[in-house]
């Protein structure tokens, strides 16, 4: 006879509140659903059905890992596999790709940002959900995704370029105010002069709302037809 189906999984107020802090009402309600999809359809969301809910949202895309079978949030991963001992829950897609994740050992501070929902109740000293806040700031995603646009390397673990992406998020820029300055400055600097100062130690400098609004200067048309 069948398993049944797991009814549910743990879930902790006070630490998923922590781990959206960067989510607005929108995003937040989002998320909640496409966590309700993965443990509902065995451990992956296909393709389909999450870009429907997600659509162009990088944030909200940068809470889950992709696969060719679908996307998966890492904790709930965990989760799930835990309570998998009790209740046959995750497909056969799911167990496959959750053991290769396993094995690649992804720990690195932007996947510990996805971390909501813990299966302890840990100790609630201020100062450790202090430090969990700072943990939260997305520095892989913001290095990734220039690296991704610009075709270079530069790793998100640099002290100085995290030190410089924290002092942006306490003046009250956000995830998105990142990729927008990638976008504009890459394609506004790439093939000129100042190519070479798509860099984060240029781009996260106190110019950085200089570039957040730059506008590429039209070129000039030509005098010949």
């Known amino acids: ?22 989510l607005n009402n929108e995003q937040t309600g989002k998320y909640i659903k496409l966590l309700c999809y993965q443990h509902q359809f065995g451990g992956l969301i296909d393709q389909i059905q999450f870009s429907s809910v997600v659509g162009d949202d990088r944030l909200l895309k940068s809470k889950f890992i992709e696969t060719e079978d679908g996307f998966y949030n890492l904790r709930l991963m965990k989760e799930m596999e835990k309570r998998n001992k009790k209740c046959n829950n995750l497909s056969k897609n799911a167990k496959l790709r959750w053991a290769k994740e396993k094995e690649k050992q992804c720990k690195s501070n932007a996947i510990a940002s996805g971390l909501h929902m813990p299966t302890k109740d840990t100790n609630k000293d201020t100062n450790k959900v202090k430090d969990v806040v700072k943990d939260l700031i997305p520095y892989k995603e913001i290095i990734d995704d220039l690296n991704k646009k610009s075709g270079q390397n530069y790793k998100h673990t640099t002290p100085k370029y995290r030190e410089l992406i924290k ?16 976008d504009k400055m ?17 781009l ?10 730059f506008v590429k200067p039209k070129e000039k048309e030509s005098m010949f037809v």
């Open 186 to 202: 890459v394609d506004g600097w790439t093939g000129t002069q100042f190519e070479h100062c798509i860099r984060p130690l240029t």
């Open 204 to 213: 996260y400098s106190n110019k950085f709302d200089s570039y957040l609004n």
């Open 1 to 22: 006879m069948p398993k049944e189906k797991d009814p549910a999984f743990l879930f902790y107020p006070e630490k998923f509140l922590t781990g959206i802090t960067f």
């Open 167 to 182: 002092t942006l998020f306490n003046q009250g820029y956000n995830i998105e105010d990142f990729f927008k300055v990638h």
